[in-house]
């Protein structure tokens, strides 16, 4: 073999790497590690959604109590529903979206805290003095706010999830998922009844 024919040869390689590095991304190698990546990302802005109200909440109780202390039961209903959330958001696992138990608990002390919080605003019908009250309007709609941005940032988890789910079962997905990405999982997604996804009626 000549020396002309083996530099040629040896030209060759890098192109030959960078063609089948082009026929790899073609077939989806990527896709995989991008959804999960995404789906992660989009649970992140759930979880800074759930915060935002929770944050709202005692300013909310606090307002509401200087109007309506004989209500005393429905506000501790939500003191201790927003206690429940919080602890359980603090002690969120690292692999939550792909624990079924740990997502459960989860969203099931989200659904117990929305409920409680439903029952507190509909407790302000009762107080007309509460309803026109400035602090507790402007804790209104930033209350409404946040209820529809979590709405937005769960549906936009739930459409990553699903993407990044059907990867892993579908062609080529499926191959990928079997050889180099054998630790990726099914991650979770919410599973409530659709009217406690509703989220809590705050105008008036």
């Known amino acids: ?28 190698v990527n896709n995989i590690p991008s ?4 789906a992660k990302a989009k649970w992140s802005d759930v979880l800074n959604q759930y915060q ?9 109780v606090e ?11 429905v506000l501790e209903e939500v003191t ?3 206690a429940r959330a919080t602890q359980v958001q603090v002690q969120i696992p690292p692999d939550i979206v792909n624990n079924p138990e740990a997502f459960k608990r989860f969203q099931e002390a989200q659904a117990q805290l929305t409920g409680a919080l439903g029952r507190l605003l509909a407790v302000s019908e009762r107080y007309p003095d509460l309803k026109s009250n400035q602090n507790f309007l402007a804790l209104q709609s930033q209350l409404e706010g946040t209820e529809n941005r ?26 990928w998922a079997s050889t180099l990405y054998k630790n990726n999982k099914p991650m979770e997604t919410f599973t409530v009844a659709e009217d406690v996804k509703t989220p809590p009626q705050v105008k008036f």
């Open 1 to 28: 073999m000549s020396y002309a024919s083996s530099v040629l040869r040896l030209a060759r390689i890098p192109v030959l790497v960078a063609c089948l590095g082009l026929l790899l991304a073609g077939c989806g």
């Open 150 to 175: 979590i709405a937005v940032a769960r549906r936009d988890y739930i459409e990553a999830v699903r993407q990044y789910n059907t990867e892993l079962r579908t062609f080529p997905g499926v191959i």
């Open 52 to 60: 935002r109200r929770a944050d709202l909440i005692p300013n909310l």
């Open 35 to 38: 959804y999960d990546e995404a």
């Open 80 to 82: 201790n529903a927003r």
């Open 63 to 73: 307002t509401v109590k200087g109007y309506a202390a004989q209500e005393r039961q």
